[in-house]
């Protein structure tokens, strides 16, 4: 029996170009659920259940590399030079953090059985999400688990396995909502004396 995982809750962020609720299949032809994160430098990690706070995501992530590193150690597996692989980037003018959650959406197990699987998705109530797209921009949190890993290549890392997501304030397309063309809510007069567009006066669709 595998052993179970524990799984972890970040803030809300900001989805950099989600494939959440079709897999991405540009570079693996199995498909790959995914999404880039930006939270701020100062963002807490939680505990999925009971919920608890773990203090600074990135500190703590640095902590679980370190640990990786010397589990691979002990088992013979890293030699030579220490390497350690950071699971997110920080962006230099804003020193946020950039973090990489996957799923691939198909694989075999260790016995050799295909097996198919997605995140779950849940709107900002709690609730199954139902929309058929998650657009770039859209705020949401990440539930995830973490996988050490050790490469020759790249030294002792951490993947963060994608579980499930919270959208809690939905993008539609690809970023194109309103604010991001720097419109705001305008409060609008109603003229007593206005009447509807007759029809006659509707606009056509071309027209556009």
Known sequence: MSQKRERYVTAAGIGIYPSLVDPDTKFN????????????????????????????????LDRQVEQAYEHFKKKGEAKGRKKLFEPYTVEEETGDLILNFKLNASGETRDGKAFTQK?????????????????????????????????????????????????????????????SFGFDEEEIEEDENSSDFSEEDDLEEEDF
């Open 29 to 60: 032809s199995k498909g790959v659920y995914q999404v880039k994160l930006r939270l701020p430098p100062d963002a807490e990690l939680f505990t999925a259940k009971p919920r608890k706070s773990l203090g600074n995501f990135k500190e703590f």
């Open 119 to 179: 995140p779950a998705l849940f709107d900002e109530k709690g609730q199954v999400f139902q929309e058929e797209f998650v657009g770039n921009g859209s705020e949401l949190k990440c539930s995830f688990e973490l996988i050490p890993f050790y490469t020759s290549l790249l030294g002792a890392g951490l993947g963060l396995r994608l579980k499930a997501a919270q959208i809690l304030n939905l993008v539609g397309g690809y970023g194109a909502n309103a604010d």
